[in-house]
């Protein structure tokens, strides 16, 4: 495969038992070759070279590897690809620590690691990366605090760290992330207040549901942005009264809040009678008979699958959706 100078791009999309193995080390040799796409083979066990020699002319600038049987630890040498803009190791077997090097990776933009067997802390380094756009690490066993320096990533649009066991509060840097669209928190062990949020000006989308997060919502939650906002604050330890400008957001499309502490207010008539609301569940608000009288009781059970929206546990054919198309604004993912 290393005499295969002139190859720009290589796709393999493989179904069946018998494809599998150590990718050759050649492969990422190659001097021409920009894309490689490994997709949706689960059958025998795939794994990366140990080592590679990885030249100052190395072009590669995706790697999609999504959805194998792809097991072992995530090589270091990966992140002296320096032309490298999209990384997708999603739905693997992946184990062990995301390397620290992972911050050389000085041209990635999408960089995927959902659903593996990865642990550890989250290294200090993901906050050098200067042009990231998409950061999605959910449904691991990723360990420990938010490094401070995430807040470092002023491009940043979408932050996926749902599904793991980290811990501690959100770190007061976030209110540097004043690009962040989609922030997903989801089952951890977070606690504290959510106010560092209100400096997000260009956030849609919060799913904070299964934490400790306690206090109150804060008052300019998500009035920066004209685009539909979707919340998930489900099962949290959050009190007070829901923001009063929550009662004029013709753009608030779902609030779900069950399982908290929310005092009574005007606001939540307000924002059940909101006829642009796709979902309200019943404990959000006393709203038991527009929201689920009848048929529609189902609805308080909903729990919002962001991922399966946005449409980046699909496989790698999700790239970069987010220019161009809304959430929830026919597209189908952003």
């Known amino acids: 495969m290393g005499n295969m100078t002139s190859l720009l791009s290589m796709a393999l999309i493989l179904n069946g038992p018998d494809f599998g193995g150590e990718l050759p080390s050649s492969l990422f040799q190659l001097k021409n070759l920009k894309y490689i796409t490994i997709q949706n083979n689960l059958g025998k066990n795939w794994s990366l070279p ?9 072009r590669l600038e995706q790697i ?3 959805r194998n049987n792809f097991a072992g630890s995530i090589p270091s040498w990966i992140a002296k690809l ?12 992946f184990q062990g620590a995301i390397p620290e090097a992972i911050g050389d990776l000085s041209s990635v933009k999408y960089l995927n690691l959902l659903g593996n067997n990865l642990t550890g ?17 959910g449904n691991n066993a990723l360990q420990g605090e938010l490094p401070a320096s995430i807040g470092n990533l002023r491009t940043l ?10 811990i501690s509060t959100i770190p007061s840097s976030f209110s540097n992330l004043e690009s962040l669209k989609y922030l997903v928190l989801e089952s951890n062990r977070f606690n504290g207040t959510v106010d560092v949020l209100e400096s997000m000006k260009n956030l849609t989308v919060l799913l904070t549901r299964s934490n400790s997060f306690s206090g109150a919502l804060p008052d300019g939650l998500f009035s920066g942005t004209s685009d539909n906002v979707v919340v998930d ?10 923001p009063t400008s929550f009662a004029n957001m013709s753009n608030l ?14 606001t939540q008539s307000s924002v059940c009678d909101n006829s642009t609301l796709l979902v309200m569940d019943c404990d959000a608000c006393e709203c038991c008979e527009v929201c689920c ?11 919002l699958d962001v991922r399966k929206v946005l449409g980046y546990d699909c496989g790698a054919w999700f790239q970069f959706c987010l220019q161009g198309a809304n959430y929830f604004a026919g597209a189908g993912v952003y």
């Open 293 to 303: 009288d009848g048929e529609n009781d189902g609805v308080c059970d909903f729990k």
């Open 82 to 93: 320096k032309q490298l803009q999209t990384l997708d190791l999603s739905m693997n077997n």
């Open 64 to 66: 999609v590897l999504a």
């Open 253 to 266: 499309v779902s609030l779900i809040g069950a399982k908290n502490s929310f005092a009574d207010n005007a």
């Open 233 to 242: 604050i489900g099962d949290n330890k959050f009190t007070d009264e829901l």
């Open 121 to 137: 802390a989250l290294p200090s380094s993901l906050g050098m990366l200067p042009v990231i756009e998409v950061l999605i690490l």
């Open 157 to 166: 649009q979408l932050l996926d760290v749902g599904s793991n066991e980290l």
């Open 50 to 58: 140990a080592n590679v020699q990885v030249g100052d002319d190395t």
